[in-house]
């Protein structure tokens, strides 16, 4: 089993749709946890982190479930531009910094 | 990102030639980690330096690649000789933790590599 997986992609919706990505991770001890956006042939690019309160950045929602080990991303009225790569990133000592990365999952938003 | 600078951005080299990829800092970080990025195997942690030390090399696919910091401005990432297999997008990102500023990875633009 990996250490983090993601739900397996693609996800093609069409403009306004509401899109959830799911991301489970097998370390109880992990501190860290974060979505990251990555567009084709660019660098990755934080997206937001994640906090077991839960988090809202306009139309993205993040949440931490430790309980069951997983986090998820919730993007509503979802925007052409939003069509990438979604990853998610777990760390384990948050002072140290090694983490683990999803695999990705690729949105796509269409007209 | 204007945190962390890579060169080159592309490179194309014959097999048997040693590369060198360069990355330079320009932020403040608490560590400094290579990353490795192909379809097949996704986001592959290389190696990562915490104040200019490596401190996990496990993931350097074999003695072909090296890695050093000689200072907090400067990283490079060796492969000598280089292999078809190595071709892929090389990542520099910094890395700080939630008690400094810009919390969490930064990216550099990377560097594409092709060994033909």
């Known amino acids: 089993r990996k250490e983090v997986e993601q739900d397996p992609g693609p996800f093609n919706v069409p403009e306004g749709a509401t899109v959830a990505f799911n991301c489970t991770y097998s370390?109880?001890?992990?501190?860290?946890f974060f979505w990251y956006r990555q567009d084709c042939r660019k660098e990755p690019k934080l997206l937001m982190s994640?906090?077991?309160s839960g988090n809202e950045d306009g139309r993205f929602t993040a949440q931490l479930n430790r309980a069951s080990q997983y986090i998820s991303l919730l993007i509503r009225d979802s925007k052409l531009s939003d069509s990438a790569t979604y990853l998610c990133?777990?760390?384990?000592?948050?002072?140290?910094?090694?983490?683990?990365f999803g695999d990705g999952t690729t949105l796509t938003v269409k007209p | 990102d204007a945190g962390v600078i890579q060169s080159p951005r592309h490179e194309v080299t014959e097999m048997g030639q040693e590369v060198t990829l360069r990355c330079k800092p320009i932020?403040?970080?608490?560590?400094l980690f290579w990353y490795r990025q192909t379809m097949m195997r996704g986001l592959e942690l290389l190696i990562y330096?915490?104040?200019?030390?490596?401190?996990?090399d496990s993931g350097m696919p074999e003695d072909r690649f090296s890695a050093k910091m000689p200072n907090a401005s400067f990283s490079t990432l060796k492969i000598q000789p280089s292999e078809p297999r190595d071709s892929a997008v090389y990542f520099c990102?910094?890395?700080?933790?939630?008690?400094?500023?810009?919390?969490?990875?930064?990216f550099g633009s990377g560097t594409r590599l092709t060994v033909v």
């Open positions: 990133v777990v760390i384990v000592n948050t002072n140290a910094g090694k983490s683990t």
């Open positions: 370390n109880s001890a992990s501190q860290s």
């Open positions: 994640v906090y077991s």
């Open positions: 932020s403040g970080h608490n560590s």
């Open positions: 330096f915490n104040n200019n030390v490596p401190i996990d």
């Open positions: 990102a910094l890395y700080n933790p939630g008690w400094m500023t810009n919390y969490g990875y930064t």
